[in-house]
């Protein structure tokens, strides 16, 4: 009988699919974990709250997925900023970043993202490159799909916030924390970039993708396609990009298009622009504390 019903719906969904104007729209949850270690720094049980919430704000978000056979479009739902999201130093450059529309084109190999940094837009155009995904025989249910289990080593881009985290208090005496140096660098016996005396990241993390072939199109989440089958679930680092609802062939289709508005970058021109951001902010930073304080970015 199980069998029989799994038959009949790849059977509904091929003729779905199969349809000359078919379209689908996936609702996404996205969720960061992040460590909050305040070991060595001054603050009141408010000042801690206050973080631990502009952080949940800016970590767990939800997103719309709107894709056809060869096209699609990823974008974040709009929701009322959390009082008091505003702040300095780290804080005040993510809040910088506002969420455009990315668009990915699998035929064609094209991906494009509309940005908009600090009052000004950009259209990141860069070209559309297959994930090497390792294909695993691990299956499990998300809702009513099943869906099978595939991997592969990811490099962490510079800007990549989700995955950055406290550097380990080294170096401390007599409740002050040894000064480091090499802000920036990269150690070559390390694994690690190091962003700020504070702050690091991983050089490559590995991304665990749940696909599934019910739905017989090579999409998902963010940048990631290249699958039999679309991606309802990603797990990259600490980060979880979970899929909450599925909606085939609506009633009221959108308009799937490419992003035109902004100056047309590279991506690697782009980060050019955010890093040398980032400096003038951390600079600035510095400054209004007498060179006493230390910038998070």
């Not at 590995?206 to 679930?233: C, D, F, H, K, R």
């Amino acid at each position: 009988m199980k069998n029989i019903s799994m038959y009949v719906f790849f059977l509904f969904t091929g003729t779905l699919f199969s349809q000359n104007n078919f379209q689908g729209k996936a609702t996404y949850q996205s969720k960061t974990t992040v460590a909050m270690d305040f070991e060595g720094r001054e603050m009141s049980e408010e000042q801690k709250k206050m973080i631990q919430q502009r952080m949940k704000g800016m970590f767990e978000k939800s997103y719309v997925l709107t894709f056809d056979k060869a096209s699609a479009t990823y974008k974040e739902e709009e929701k009322l900023a959390t009082p008091g999201q505003g702040g300095r130093g780290g804080f005040m450059m993510m809040s910088g970043f506002t969420g455009g529309l990315q668009y990915k084109n699998t035929k064609d190999g094209v991906l494009l993202e509309a940005k908009e940094f600090f009052g000004k837009k950009f259209l990141i155009k860069e070209d559309l490159k297959k994930p090497d995904w390792v294909l695993g025989t691990e299956t499990k249910q998300i809702g009513n799909y099943l869906c099978f289990k595939a991997t592969m080593i990811k490099k962490v881009d510079d800007f990549d916030f989700k995955s950055m985290r406290p550097k380990k208090q080294k170096g401390k005496k007599n409740g002050k924390q040894g000064k480091k140096k090499g802000a920036g660098k990269q150690s070559k016996s390390s694994n690690m970039i190091s962003i700020s005396d504070e702050i690091e990241m991983p050089k490559e993390i590995e991304v665990t993708a749940w696909y599934t072939p019910q739905i017989p199109v090579s999409n998902g989440p963010g940048s990631y396609w290249g699958l039999p089958g679309l991606i309802l679930e990603i797990n990259e680092g600490k980060t979880t990009i979970l899929c909450s609802e599925i909606t085939l062939n609506p009633t009221d289709k959108a308009t799937i298009k490419a992003p035109t508005k902004g100056k047309e970058v590279s991506r690697k021109k782009y980060n050019t622009i955010v890093k040398k951001k980032r400096e003038e902010m951390r600079e600035r930073f510095q400054n209004r504390r007498g060179g006493k304080g230390r910038g998070h970015f």
